[in-house]
């Protein structure tokens, strides 16, 4: 077995982990970056961006607005949109039609929060959790949670997801506990707990569906509308992907499938030699950093997806 393999397998059994690399440097920090440019906008005036991850403004002109979020907001509405808000739904539109599910790995706080918990291997003796391809309810599940919360929006005639939503929260509770400590007005200590409380529950029901339940990213892979989104319609399509690159050095071992924490099986798509295009990824690039072969790599290709998702 070449040096290499046996120090990854190695880190895994050793460690637990297999070893990190660039991607997941890289990733930690933009995400730390993003969530501290929002937990400082009351504290920095002129700040970069303000609002949270569901509606922002970026440089004071550039508005933002996640796609499920505009969604709830029309259905809420019953069609009745602004052309601001079509605009800042337009600019996130295109922003994740190049890059696919990438807010899930690269911007969103709840990831940075489930993978400090989470176990980093995934385990090959659970249905949920080991390397699979999703049968036709798992992928159907998204889907119908989406459908409920746009549901619920045009009943309640409010954003029903994004009132509640730990992704925006996070960034609300950062923002939150930085005004209370300033004593910024409009903080307060009621609205820390509020948010405290919202970001612990979907860190405690992921958790607790992984250890107890042996779902893994039960909140990701079920729960959250914004990531589904992307994964069902933009990762499609997108040019960033995880690229097969060198299928012929592929020895069938395992490690990258073992390293997802989507837990896809990758051994499939490196058999037929097709890019990775499952609505699950979030193009972390834990699969390319676990591989000691240069099997796969993450970065922009038009073609070469199989279709497959
Ligand atoms: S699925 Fe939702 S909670 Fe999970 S990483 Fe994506 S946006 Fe965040
Ligand atoms: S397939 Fe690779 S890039 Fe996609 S979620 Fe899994 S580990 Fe991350």
Redesign the pocket.
């Known amino acids: 077995m070449p040096l290499r393999v046996r120090q990854h397998r190695f880190w895994l059994r050793v460690r637990g982990i297999p070893p990190r690399g660039k991607y997941t440097i890289a990733r930690r920090l933009l995400q730390l970056v993003i969530l501290a440019l929002f937990s400082t906008q009351l504290l920095v005036s002129g700040s970069i961006v303000v609002g949270t991850l569901a509606s922002s403004r970026v440089l004071k002109i550039v508005p933002m607005l996640d796609v499920f979020a505009w969604l709830e907001h029309a259905a809420a509405s019953r069609g009745s949109i602004s052309t601001e808000s079509i605009l800042a739904v337009l600019v996130v539109f295109t922003l994740y039609s190049f890059l696919g599910?990438a807010?899930?790995?690269w911007v969103?706080p709840?990831?940075l929060l489930?993978s400090l918990f989470e176990r980093k291997v995934n385990n090959p003796r659970l249905p949920l959790t080991r390397p699979h391809t999703p049968g036709r309810i798992e992928k159907a599940l998204p889907l119908i949670t989406m459908a409920v919360f746009l549901g619920l929006s045009m009943v309640l005639g409010q954003p029903f997801y994004t009132t509640i939503s730990?992704?925006a929260g996070a960034t609300k509770l950062g923002s939150m506990v930085v005004g209370v400590v300033y004593n910024i007005p409009g903080a307060t200590l009621g609205l820390v707990m509020a948010w405290a409380t919202i970001t612990g529950l979907?860190l405690f029901i992921n958790i607790a569906a992984e250890y107890l339940f042996g779902v893994k990213?039960l909140?990701?892979r079920f729960l959250?509308p914004?990531?589904?989104f992307y994964g069902f319609v933009t990762n499609k399509y997108s040019p960033l992907k995880v690229k097969v690159v060198n299928a012929e050095k592929c020895l069938g071992c395992g490690l990258c499938s073992l390293a997802c924490p989507v837990s896809i099986e990758l051994l499939d798509y490196i058999k037929e030699k097709k890019d990775i295009m499952d609505y699950r990824c979030?193009h972390c690039g834990r699969c390319v950093e676990a591989c000691p072969h240069g099997v796969l790599s993450l970065g922009f290709r038009i073609r070469g997806g199989g279709g497959r998702t």
């Open positions: 599910r807010f899930c790995g969103c709840m990831d489930f730990p992704v979907a990213r909140w990701c959250c914004v990531g589904a979030f």
